[in-house]
């Protein structure tokens, strides 16, 4: 069974500074996807940045990147140049197979507070 | 605009009460999912559909149902039997390819609370 670990429960930062969000997984899949979730106040939950297995190379979307390292199992997600808007609930995630229909396996989450 | 809509968005019940979490989608998705999550906790899956006509039991399916009638919606009914059904409600969906992994995209939520 696959299982998602979000050690942080929560972390502060200062405007413009860079953070580091930890994440490490555990699962038997060769084949697998990691992803990122926003979740702000209002609830919605907000797709950030994907990794497949496969993937060489670290993903990156704007200021978000994934800093994949397979051989610890390790998804931490790095916001650079933090904003206050970047406040939030954050929470890794990680794909499930056919039988569960690519369902998401989802950490406990970390509550990023970004500070002036 | 293309998006997931939930309705409504906050939603109160009686303890013996049956209601109905609407969840619709424009985005020509496949697949949809409803997920549970409690304060403090990740999202835990409820059920998910594939295809229409057909869902599948995720982790915590006793004391819900669905229906998956129409490509568009799948709704999910809170029944009498669920015994803490206060929670918050998400609805996602995804194309039925993987591109990008399948990202699962979600709505805004439906917060339930049993009085």
């Known amino acids: 069974a696959q299982k998602i670990t979000q050690t942080q429960p929560g972390m502060f930062v200062q405007e413009k500074e860079a953070v580091t969000l930890d994440c490490t997984y555990d699962?038997?899949?060769?084949?697998?996807?990691l992803f990122w979730y926003k979740q702000p106040s209002s609830g919605e939950m907000i797709f950030l940045i994907y990794?497949?297995?496969?993937?060489?190379q670290n993903a990156t979307e704007g200021r978000y990147s994934l800093n994949f390292q397979k051989a610890r199992k390790s998804a931490n997600l790095v916001i650079s140049a933090s904003q206050l808007g970047d406040s939030a609930m954050y929470f890794c995630?990680?794909?499930?197979?056919?039988?569960?229909?690519?369902?998401?396996?989802f950490g406990k989450g970390t509550s990023l507070l970004v500070t002036p | 605009d293309g998006g997931i809509t939930q309705s409504p968005k906050y939603l109160f019940r009686k303890e013996g009460q049956n209601v109905t979490l609407s969840c619709e989608q424009n985005?020509?998705?496949?697949?949809m999912y409803w997920y549970r999550q409690d304060p403090g906790q990740g999202l835990r899956l409820i059920y998910y559909?594939?295809?229409?006509?057909?869902?599948q039991k995720g982790d915590i399916a006793e004391g819900y149902s669905v229906s998956r009638e129409k490509k568009e919606s799948f709704p999910l009914t809170v029944t009498s039997a669920q015994k803490n059904p206060t929670a918050f409600y998400l609805c996602?969906?995804?194309?039925?390819?993987?591109?990008?992994?399948?990202?699962?995209?979600f709505g805004p939520g439906t917060r339930l609370t049993v009085l």
């Open positions: 990794q497949g297995s496969y993937d060489e």
């Open positions: 985005l020509n998705h496949d697949a």
């Open positions: 995630a990680m794909r499930e197979g056919l039988n569960s229909g690519y369902a998401l396996n």
């Open positions: 699962t038997s899949d060769q084949s697998y996807g």
């Open positions: 996602a969906s995804r194309r039925r390819d993987l591109p990008s992994g399948g990202t699962q995209y």
């Open positions: 559909s594939q295809i229409v006509n057909d869902f």
